[in-house]
């Protein structure tokens, strides 16, 4: 019995956007009625290396199908300049959770970003107006271009706004997904005014203000990993319909973090958690609706249901590399 080695560019090619967004939906709902098991994130830090990694382990039942696996991920910002390696770098082990196999060794870093934009595009489809077509993203890196991928496959996005201090990263944004969509620079502001914005950043001084946005834009605050990031004021937290994705992360490492444990927000202000949403025992979007946030930390049932879809694909196209890995 093989095991299956996928390196980035297997990862990309065996995940159809579409079926990835629906199975990160199915993650969701197990996780709210229970039929999930993900154990808390636990963290390495290694200061002296200006870096952590990080482990996340899970098991989900969707129904039809059941998946479990560990992502082993890591964050060392100095990584691009002093070794010319990515910030971020993770790797799936996917098993079969009837007798624990491990059917694939994956790329982590592909697959994460594309997870990551599944989740918005989950949460833009209940959270965001029905006719909406038009998308911001603040934040040129890497996971911008998912963001805009998945969001796309949710709403009839026609025009794009992207905003970065960066020019060149704000330049190959523009030109890769010109001819697809009408994409522009712009501020924050002009980004924040589009019925759909992303915030991919990893700060921690608040970059969007209420000011920044419409009056009915869904933000998908997807930046916040770690403690003390915070991209989105206080004031926009405090008055919007607030989705997260997990009480245990967001409160620990994502967007409501630092507001949180500073007692500026509480339970009482969180609306409720996406799993809710997506099984209908909360509304998502309302004709009353203001601005709307989802909270996004990144799950390990994302990175399983993720792994789910890109080996089945693999397998059934024989992409990828088969090797003996405990020679059985």
Known sequence: MDTLLLNKDDVHENTPMAELISAIEDAFAAYETGDAQMPAKSYIDLPQYNGDFRSMPAYLDAGDWDAAGIKWVNVHPDN????DLPTVMGTMVYSDPENAYPLAIMDGTELTMK???AAA???TDHLAVEDATSFGVVGAGVQAYTQLEAISQVRDIEEVVVSDVDDEAVEEYVDFFSGRFDVRAGSISE???CDVLSTVTPVEDPIVSADDLGEHT????MGADAEGKHEIADEVLLDCKLVIDDHAQTTHSG???????EGVLDDDDIYGEIGEIVTDAKEGRTADDGVSVFDSTGLAIQDV???HVVYEHADEHDNGYEFDLLGV
């Open 80 to 83: 691009p300049d002093n070794f």
């Open 115 to 117: 997870r990551t934009g």
């Open 121 to 123: 595009a989950v949460a």
């Open 191 to 193: 980004a924040g005014h």
């Open 218 to 221: 869904h933000v998908n605050a």
């Open 255 to 261: 967007e409501i973090n630092v507001p949180y444990h």
């Open 305 to 307: 249901a993720a792994a």
